[in-house]
Nanobody, 124 residues
């Protein structure tokens, strides 16, 4: 059974940085394209970033382009999201997701496995 666990969330001031991590167990990370989504209170879950199985392909939402960097270490079964120049509007619960055999789509319905989420709060 595949299990995803996020970590690294917290409270930081605007302009600060955080690094989120996602650990996968039960299957090899290399079997999955991976992504980060986020959901703010009262809003729909939205795509943040995705990375292909080998890490050669990445994509970002316009709102985080040039501020966030997604990466993965298949040998360690870990995925990361480096978040810089954080803004109050980045406040949300961040989820990692795994797409079996995929390439990293923006559609949440394409993802097979989800973590429980980690809270990120940015103060102004």
């Amino acid at each position: 059974q595949v299990h995803l666990v996020e970590s690294g969330g917290g409270l930081v001031q605007a302009g600060g940085s955080l690094r989120l991590s996602c650990a996968i167990s039960g299957r090899s990370l290399g079997d999955y394209a991976m992504a980060w989504f986020r959901q703010a209170p009262g809003q729909e879950r939205e795509f943040v970033s995705a990375i292909g199985r080998s890490g050669g392909f990445t994509r970002y939402a316009d709102s985080v382009e040039d501020r966030f960097i997604i990466s993965r270490d298949n040998a360690k079964n870990m995925m990361y999201l480096q978040m810089n120049s954080l803004k109050p509007e980045d406040t949300a619960v961040y989820y990692c997701a795994a797409e079996n055999g995929g390439y990293g789509t923006t559609a949440a319905r394409s993802y097979d496995h989800w973590g429980q989420g980690t809270q990120v709060t940015i103060s102004s």
